[in-house]
């Protein structure tokens, strides 16, 4: 069977992205390849230049979804309401029943957002899922404390969205559902009336889906600049996550990289990032042996956080990537 054809009895996967996100998908998929095997990688191909640059790369164990190829009328008519971000949320709730719909065999899908990467195999989670013999599995965002202190909680809510497992079966079926209309009805950037975009409908499920939902009881295998210096205090100095949520990570230009805004990461941190920034690297090869243009975004005012200055320009140039603060 070729390689980019999805195969019975891998575990599967569905994330979206634009192209301006393609190096960050790519390491996804770098780090699925290293720790998720046997696998595959459905993606959403939120834009036409970010679907053509993915043909042009033809990875291993990936299948894409067009945008044009899912839009049905209910989205279309909700489309013009929302911004291209507010519309990859609203699109979210939709992506494993994407997954379902293009193979019969397919038992589970997992979403995940693009910017997670795994430093270990995500069988240590669905393992879990399988034993709780439930049908939707959810992961907390489980905040610092510090962080439960300042609110962010009560913004982004007790739940993330990004890391979301659908069995197939009329019971995980339901809570899609749900969600899915939720969504279409309101999923907008900003806090209203107990709702935040597509992440805050999940505070409701514990109560809603009580006999459908799993929450994922390994919290400090979920690591994200929220809560990374916290499990590091829990662990005496280590942390050991299944994955990491690089949430707020941007390439700015040719030699600045935005790791993270907002948040105090602590010290264990600092191997993460330098294994991300190394796998970035290889993509950003990859990407330039294609023929690839380096998207870059440009740096918000209100992005305040550890800003790296690389001592090499790795886009234009030949250099391995190096960072210094």
Avoid at 189 to 207: M, N, S
Avoid at 293 to 298: A, K, N
Wanted: net charge neutral; with cysteine.
């Amino acid at each position: 069977m070729p390689s980019n054809n999805p195969a019975a009895g891998v575990e599967h996967f569905i994330t979206l992205f634009d192209n301006n996100f393609l190096p960050i998908g790519l390491c996804l998929h770098s780090s699925l390849l290293e720790h998720g095997q046997p696998f595959h990688l459905w993606i959403l191909c939120m834009d036409e230049l970010v679907e053509q640059n993915l043909q042009r790369l033809d990875l291993t164990h990936v299948s894409l979804i067009p945008l044009r190829e899912i839009e049905d009328e209910r989205l279309l008519a909700v489309r013009p309401t929302r911004s291209r971000g507010e519309y990859c949320w609203t699109l979210t709730p939709f992506t494993p029943q994407f997954v379902f719909d293009r193979g019969s065999q397919i038992k589970r899908v997992t979403y995940l957002d693009a910017d997670l990467f795994f430093f270990a195999s995500p069988k240590k989670l669905l393992d879990e899922f399988e034993d709780s013999g439930k049908h939707v599995l959810i992961t907390e965002h489980a905040y610092d404390p510090r962080y439960e202190r300042f609110g962010r909680a009560k913004r982004g809510g007790r739940f993330c969205v990004q890391f979301i497992t659908f069995r197939r079966s009329p019971e995980g079926a339901k809570v899609m559902r749900w969600w899915q209309d939720r969504c279409l009805e309101w999923c907008y950037d900003r806090v209203e009336d107990g709702k935040f975009g597509d992440q805050k409908y999940l505070d409701q499920w514990p109560e809603l889906f009580e006999h459908e939902v799993h929450i994922l009881l390994q919290k400090e295998r979920t690591l994200a600049p929220w809560n990374v210096a916290y499990y590091e205090k829990l662990g005496h100095g280590q942390v050991a996550p299944v994955f990491y949520h690089f949430h707020g990570f941007r390439i700015l230009s040719q030699n600045k990289l935005l790791l993270y805004s907002g948040y105090r990461v602590g010290n264990a941190a600092n191997y993460l990032y330098q294994m991300y920034v190394r796998t970035l690297e290889h993509t950003i090869t990859q990407l330039k042996r294609a023929g690839i243009p380096i998207p870059c975004l440009p740096r918000r005012n209100d992005w305040i956080g550890r800003l790296v200055v690389l001592k090499r320009q790795w886009i234009d140039g030949e250099n391995s990537v190096l960072y210094q603060n």
